[in-house]
Every structure is written in structure tokens, then in C-alpha cells.
């Protein structure tokens, strides 16, 4: 399966004012090895951001911290909560704007892939909406590369 197989073009609604950008990725990999790269610090800090403290279970404190920074020089922190935990199925967390809530989802293996279904809700507008899924595409990139072992996927 290529990159651009594994990656479905995203998709930006709004519901009740507030935005839902959705992914759905098909992933050649096993569940314990996608669930790794979505639901811990190392899996991460290897296609996203710098998850300290990361605190894996509801209510635990994140800190999402990219390792590049915006236009405007400041590091892009972004500070929450774990707000839906269920092992290799759902990891989601909550963390100032703007990206308020992210949601990773695992479906069981359907043959030789898993699919991970990925929302992000937050408020914006069309441009915004239309900027956070080209940066989104650019992670998945990232992160099926990773998941692939090419450690220069790693962000900069």
C-alpha cells in the first residue's frame, strides 16, 4: 500500500459553530504498533509533537509541544487533558486552542491494515479549516513514514 493509498483526503463540516476535520488513514501495521505511535510520548514525539507530560489515562495531563515553530517565533504549545482513554482503541485529548480536541481512533484489523479514523474539532474559519487539513496531511505523512521506520520523518 502506497503513502498516498494509506491517506484519504480530509474532510472539514461544521457542526453546532464549532469545525470537525476528519481523517481516515489505512495502516499496514499492526494495532499495538499504530496505537504506540498515536497514544505515546515516544510514538509521538517521532510524527507530531514533543507529549510532556504525558499522562496516559482520563484526566491525565498533555502537553503537546511541536518541535518547529509558527510564523510568528513562538513555540506552539498546546496544554490539556486526556479526555477519552480505551487501549488501543480511542485516544483523545483535549488541549488549548487552537486545536482544542483531537481524537484518534482504532478500528480491529480489517485484513492486512488498521484503519485509524482521526477527528479534530476546533473554531476557525474556511481558511482555517482549509490550513488545518493540509497541516494535518503533512503529519500523516510523517506519520506513515515513521510507522515505515524512516526516522527522518521525524518533525524539525
Known amino acids: 500500500m502506497s503513502q498516498a493509498d494509506a491517506i484519504e483526503r480530509g474532510t472539514c463540516e461544521t457542526r453546532d459553530g464549532t469545525r470537525v476535520l476528519r481523517f481516515t488513514l489505512r495502516l499496514p501495521h499492526p494495532v499495538p504498533r499504530v496505537w504506540a505511535a498515536v497514544a505515546s510520548s515516544g510514538g509521538l514525539r517521532s510524527w507530531l509533537a514533543v507529549a510532556e507530560p504525558f499522562e496516559p489515562?482520563?484526566?491525565?495531563?498533555?502537553?503537546?509541544?511541536?518541535?518547529?515553530?509558527?510564523?510568528?517565533?513562538?513555540?506552539?504549545?498546546?496544554?490539556?487533558?486526556?479526555?477519552?482513554?480505551?487501549?488501543?482503541?480511542?485516544?483523545?485529548?483535549?488541549?488549548?486552542?487552537?486545536?482544542?480536541?483531537?481524537?484518534?481512533?482504532?478500528?480491529?484489523?480489517?485484513?492486512?491494515?488498521?484503519?485509524?479514523?482521526?477527528?479534530?474539532?476546533?473554531?476557525?474559519?474556511?481558511?482555517?479549516?482549509?490550513?488545518?487539513?493540509?497541516?494535518?496531511h503533512a503529519h500523516f505523512e510523517r506519520l506513515v513514514a515513521a510507522l515505515a521506520g524512516d526516522r527522518a520523518a521525524e518533525p524539525s
Not at 517565533?73 to 488501543?88: L, M, Q
Not at 485516544?91 to 478500528?107: D, M, N
Request: hydrophobic residues 35%.
Open 57 to 136: 489515562r482520563i484526566g491525565g495531563a498533555i502537553t503537546l509541544r511541536r518541535l518547529s515553530t509558527e510564523p510568528e517565533g513562538e513555540a506552539d504549545d498546546a496544554s490539556g487533558t486526556v479526555t477519552a482513554w480505551d487501549v488501543e482503541r480511542v485516544a483523545e485529548y483535549t488541549v488549548g486552542a487552537p486545536h482544542s480536541r483531537i481524537r484518534f481512533h482504532l478500528e480491529p484489523p480489517r485484513g492486512d491494515h488498521v484503519v485509524l479514523r482521526f477527528t479534530h474539532e476546533f473554531r476557525g474559519d474556511d481558511a482555517r479549516c482549509a490550513d488545518r487539513i493540509v497541516a494535518w
